[in-house]
């Protein structure tokens, strides 16, 4: 019912100067000396920039195809959430993590200052994945509507200003995925768009495989391009976040696997939005090499 809806929704309050939701880091000390491994790998990206899509194509890769575990476990807990609190659903990222046997998979969307230095003493392989602001931005909003252990999103207008002002959940979009491109040559970071991969999902593909050290053959990387595809992705229940209880997500309010398209803002921002989030960009971005693609 509403009323629990609005009982569950956390608020926002700044760490280190980024705006959180109380689910995350309510043991900041604990995440901050997480015990890395130098095998782990993890995932990191602004939130829905196509983490999930990210992470089951790792796991194939990394475990050589569509495996028995990628088919009977869901994605959330192959790829433990690192900075989540424990919930109904599952205990914290970090115990959960604790009690994974290696190779781990780790996902974050922390920003690169807050990520435990642990990752960076064992030189631990990060693939960073990045998607344009606009799509991240409608995807974001549908994301907290459904999501109802996320702050209220407010209105769609509310919600884009927020957005644009870094007052959402991980903070400014510009900044994380600036700050992530800046330092990806000095640590081994693979830098992936997501505009890339529904372009190319097989050069993609094997461009990650290539970073992780892996040599899949050519029908293991069409079974993986397949298995990580859309289409196949909504109806999977261990991808399509549907083992999720409806108080923590409730999908009749948007699916999780929402639309994947890149260009879906032109659906949603009105052009005196899409004006201001330009001018905004220009300002934002003029300093960066950094350059997303935003229509294909
Ligand atoms: P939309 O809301 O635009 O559909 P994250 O995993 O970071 O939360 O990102 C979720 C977004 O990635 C959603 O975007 C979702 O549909 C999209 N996505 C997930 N798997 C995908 C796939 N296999 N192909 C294309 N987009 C995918």
Redesign the pocket.
Known sequence: SGCYLKMKRPSLHMVDGVPMASTFLETTGKIQNFQAKSDDVLIV?Y???????MIEIVDCIRRGGVTKEIQTVPNLRRAPFLEIAASELLPSGVDLLEAMPSPRLVKSHLPVKMLPRSFWDNNCKIVYIARNAK?VL??YY??HKSRVAAPDPGTWEEFFENYLSGNVGFGSWFDHVTTWWDIREKHPILYVFYEDI?QDPVREVQRVARFLGKTLEKDVISEIVEH???NK?KDNPMTNHSTMPPSMMNLQISR??????VG?WKNHLTVAQNERFEEEYKQRMAKTSLHLRDEL
Do not use: E, L, N, Q
């Open positions: 990206s939130p829905k920039a196509g983490t999930m899509w799509d409608v995807s549908f994301f529904i990580t595809s859309f992705m999780f696997m929402r639309k994947g398209k879906d």
